[in-house]
């Protein structure tokens, strides 16, 4: 998570929303890292989750990211949860929940709905959610 918060802390000297995220292969190697982009690329998909993992399937040769583990500082949305299956990564570690947009557990739960034909992630939460939390109220706090 440690990686996942200097992601963020870029975004948020960027001017972007400070959520970072990488994803780890079976060994704990990080393959692909990433912090939002949407302002600065401009790109709608830039979300922090999304550009690890397009970097992840980039060095695996592969858009299967099985074994492989995403760790990120703000819950996913739908989107990236939808990528997050589509990636077929096998764990997803969270720092902090997003009781207005996440996807993996808080609003919705894309992750674990039986109706999509999809193995079920293993996700864990809250893991240095008081630092991910704060660099968010830091960021929106200086924005206004």
């Known amino acids: 998570m440690g990686l996942a918060l200097h992601q963020a802390r870029e975004a948020f000297e960027a001017g972007e929303i ?9 060994d704990g190697v990080v393959i692909g890292a ?17 550009l690890a993992i397009r970097e992840a399937a980039a060095a695996r ?5 099985d074994g492989c583990t995403l760790v990120v500082t703000l819950e996913p949305c ?3 949860a939808g990528t997050i ?7 997803v570690v969270i720092g902090t929940w997003d009781e207005k947009a996440g996807a993996v557990g808080s609003v919705y739960d894309l992750l674990r709905d039986g109706r ?6 293993e996700v ?9 939390a704060a660099l968010l109220r830091a960021f929106f706090e200086h924005r206004r």
């Open 78 to 80: 739908v989107m990236c």
């Open 124 to 132: 864990v939460g809250g893991v240095r959610a008081d630092e991910c």
């Open 34 to 50: 990433g912090g939002n982009a949407r302002e600065s690329v401009p790109d709608p998909t830039g979300h922090a989750e999304v």
């Open 116 to 121: 999509l034909p999809h193995a079920v992630p």
């Open 61 to 65: 040769g592969s858009r299967m990211l």
């Open 18 to 26: 400070p959520v970072g995220a990488l994803v780890l292969d079976a």
């Open 85 to 91: 299956l589509a990636a077929r990564i096998e764990r």
